[in-house]
């Protein structure tokens, strides 16, 4: 048998170690989770091809524009509560902010005489605008106030202010629709840029300016970090205080926009405006890719899935199913994509 070999692996003098070089570690193929930007693509696709055999208008320009600015407003409310989930927050309030925030304004600039009694007519009708975009930043504020300085449960705090904005809209209103409203607050819902509704390239810039800001700056990375950990962004100089609170106040104006297009495109502002769109808003954000734990989705993501949402609606509506289930293909839809969200996440949801 021949000798062992031998085990000791010292050196002879004067003779250098060779450096260690570390095992190289495999390059990983790009993360699934990365595709789920464009994930809602080939569904939206094949939907378009099934609108087309169920009826060829769904292709035309016109059916086209119509859904767009169908989900124009909504978009808008996706838009915001997906920066807040991103944070790891969430809003409610923003389904009556979407009512609250033009039926103020209307009250306050509508004639009473032209009303048969709704509204005060204190202000001009030129500020109508600037009081809903104020009175949805005040709205975000006053959650901010609640959740960041006191501390308390945002899901609880948001969930009490969407009761209590429903309530004050249904009193100021007194459970009726506010109409004879200015220009000012019809102009951007009705008015048509370039043949395409103006709500329409209001949603498009908005969702622009948005992925520009949370792909490509400070503020928006920041975001991310909050949602990610809090403590380790704190611990890395961000301040997630002021940040969290400049957030819920941009989604709280972003939501008051919103209600200001379908104020002007349906030229009233009802005492239930935006009532049950909180559940439509957290379907496009889930479908879309966003998770309700913060910290991941994009906006691009949240767009395709209220675009998804709304095509399905236009392709039910012309196959002529009844509107009594148009909530239950929608919650279909949120549960098919939460399957696919656990399957490629590879993670338990919590």
Known sequence: MPDALPTDTTLPAGTERPPVVPPRTPRRPPAIARLRDVALVPAIIVVAIVGFVVNPVFLSSDNIINVLQSMSEISIVVLAETIVLITGKMDLSLESTFGLAPGVAAWLVVDPAVTHGLGVHVLPPALAMPVV???????????????????????????????????????????????????????L???????????????????????????????????????GNADAARAAGIRTDRILWLTLIVAGALAALAGLLISGRLAAVPAAQGSGAIFQVFAAAVIGGVSLNGGKGTLFGAFTGVLLLFLILNVLTLAGVPAQWTNFFNGAVILVALVVSRLTGGKAQN
């Open 189 to 227: 819902g009705s008015t048509v840029w370039l043949g395409v509704p103006a709500s329409v390239w209001v949603s498009l810039s908005l969702f622009a300016i948005g992925i520009v800001v949370l792909g490509y700056t400070r503020p928006g990375r920041a975001l991310y970090a909050i949602g």
């Open 133 to 187: 975009l104020v009175i949805g930043a005040l709205v975000g504020a006053f959650n901010g106030l609640l959740i960041v300085r006191f501390g308390l449960n945002g899901f609880i705090v948001t969930l009490g202010m969407l009761i209590v904005l429903r309530g004050l809209l249904t009193g100021i209103s007194g459970g009726k629709t506010f109409f004879a409203l200015p220009e000012s607050m019809t102009y």
